[in-house]
């Protein structure tokens, strides 16, 4: 099982909808998630972190943690065409701080 | 906020030859420096993990004597693909924890390696 799972998409939604977008991990001692997005041939970039169990929101996005159910979400309202990328969906493993990575999500946004 | 400066952005070298790759954190001590490695439409992948004055920690799998890391000081890491092939070719990106209460990260700008 790998620590950090996504699905691959890709995941088209129309201009204005919204996107979802799953995580799910393997590691209980994870404490903090991160959600990165990334442009081809670019590096990430933070959109956001979570740590706590709940939602957290920042403009339009919001994160879902749910550590019960070791699952972590990161929803976007209003999507624009300028959100296509990938997503991955990050967490510390092991114990230590070193940073395990989903595959990543390709979301399209159409027009 | 913190920075790590990645140099060079691209480069394309003969099979056989040595590539060194840096990063340096700008404007904060990093004791620390995450080295990965990402393959076209795959996710990244943690090849190593350097430690100021100490040696390197690298991933299962991946060779030490061919990806040769140092970090001498607290603001420079270093990755050399020695003796590159072709299947070495891909996009490797630093990263260096910039701390706080909920453990930041910091990117570098990544490398494209091509081998030819």
């Known amino acids: 099982q790998k620590e950090v799972e996504q699905n691959s998409g890709p995941l088209s939604v129309p201009e204005g909808a919204i996107a979802s977008l799953n995580c799910t991990y393997s590691d209980r001692g994870s404490q903090s998630f991160f959600w990165y997005r990334q442009y081809s041939g670019k590096s990430p970039e933070l959109i956001m972190f979570?740590?706590?169990?709940g939602d957290k929101e920042d403009g339009r996005f919001t994160a879902q943690l749910n550590k019960a159910s070791q699952y972590v979400s990161l929803l976007i309202r209003d999507s624009q065409p300028s959100d296509s990328a990938t997503y991955l969906c990050a967490a510390p493993t092991g114990g230590g701080n070193k940073l395990t990575f989903g595959t990543g999500t390709q979301l399209k946004v159409e027009l | 906020g913190a920075v790590v400066s990645q140099h060079p952005s691209r480069v394309i070298c003969k099979s056989g030859t040595s590539v060194k790759i840096e990063c340096r954190s700008l404007?904060?001590?990093?004791?620390?420096m995450f080295w990965y490695r990402q393959f076209p439409k795959q996710s990244l992948m943690l090849m190593a993990t350097s430690n100021e004055g100490s040696k390197a920690t690298y991933e299962q799998g991946v060779e030490k004597d061919k990806f040769l890391i140092n970090h001498a000081s607290l603001t420079l890491s270093t990755l050399t693909v020695t003796s590159a092939h072709p299947e070495d070719s891909s996009f490797y990106i630093c990263s260096a924890p910039t701390g706080g209460a909920i453990g930041g990260y910091t990117f570098g700008s990544g490398t494209r390696l091509t081998v030819v």
């Open positions: 979570i740590y706590s169990n």
């Open positions: 404007d904060f001590q990093a004791t620390t």
